[in-house]
């Protein structure tokens, strides 16, 4: 089985400034990790992805994520955020070998302000 | 342009009718998804199919059925025995099944029961 938690429901955050939103994951097997973006009403976009390699990983938008395999995160930073960026923020992860069921965590809805 | 289109946007149902969500995908992906979101709680999965006339239960299927006749639709009914039917409703598609293929996502399918 493999979880994701997402500790921080909500973060604010002013224009320009840097975030970061946390991520940890469990699994007791190899894992595949994501981050999605969902606006309002709308259906959820891939931001990067970890499959293997670097553990740096760039995205869509400006987003980075570093995989932290000994302590099981996968933290999604910006250095500068836009009104723009406004929006919830799922990370997930699926097991290696055990299909593509996605497991979400709860979501951080990211408000960037004036 | 290549993507998921999912009918109704919006849906209003008395409470003990059958619903039929309609989801529809021209990528030519093998695997499709049906997923839950209710507010605060992520994205929770109710059916999968890996392959056209197969599918597999996900976390929450009780009170749900789907088809897969045809490669590029997924239609999920939501059943008068779902408990608690008012929820965002999200399909999804990926090239395969495992685990390293990105998920890409319909709009979502608002449903409403009164």
């Known amino acids: 089985a493999q979880s994701v938690t997402q500790l921080d429901s909500q973060v604010p955050v002013f224009e320009e400034a840097p975030v970061e939103l946390r991520c940890n994951y469990s699994s007791s097997v190899s894992v595949y990790l994501f981050w999605y973006v969902q606006y309002p009403n709308q259906g959820l976009q891939l931001l990067l992805k970890y499959l293997s390699g670097s553990t740096l990983v760039k995205g869509i938008n400006g987003f980075e994520a570093e995989f932290n395999k000994s302590q099981t995160s996968f933290h999604l930073r910006k250095p500068s955020v836009h009104i723009s960026d406004t929006a919830e923020y799922f990370c997930?992860?699926?097991?290696?070998?055990?299909?593509?069921?996605?497991?979400f965590g709860t979501g951080t809805q990211l408000k960037v302000e004036l | 342009d290549g993507g998921i289109t999912q009918s109704p946007k919006y849906l209003f149902r008395k409470e003990g009718q059958n619903v039929t969500l309609s989801c529809e995908q021209n990528?030519?992906?093998?695997?499709m998804y049906w997923y839950r979101q209710d507010p605060g709680q992520g994205l929770r999965l109710i059916y999968y199919s890996q392959i056209v006339n197969d599918f597999q239960k996900g976390d929450i299927a009780e009170g749900y059925s789907v088809s897969r006749e045809k490669k590029e639709s997924f239609p999920l009914t939501v059943t008068s025995a779902q408990k608690n039917p008012t929820a965002f409703y999200l399909c999804a598609s990926s090239i395969g099944g495992s685990g390293y293929n990105e998920q890409f996502f319909g709009p979502g399918t608002r449903l409403t029961v009164l």
């Open positions: 990528l030519n992906h093998d695997a």
């Open positions: 997930a992860v699926s097991g290696a070998g055990g299909g593509n069921k996605l497991t």
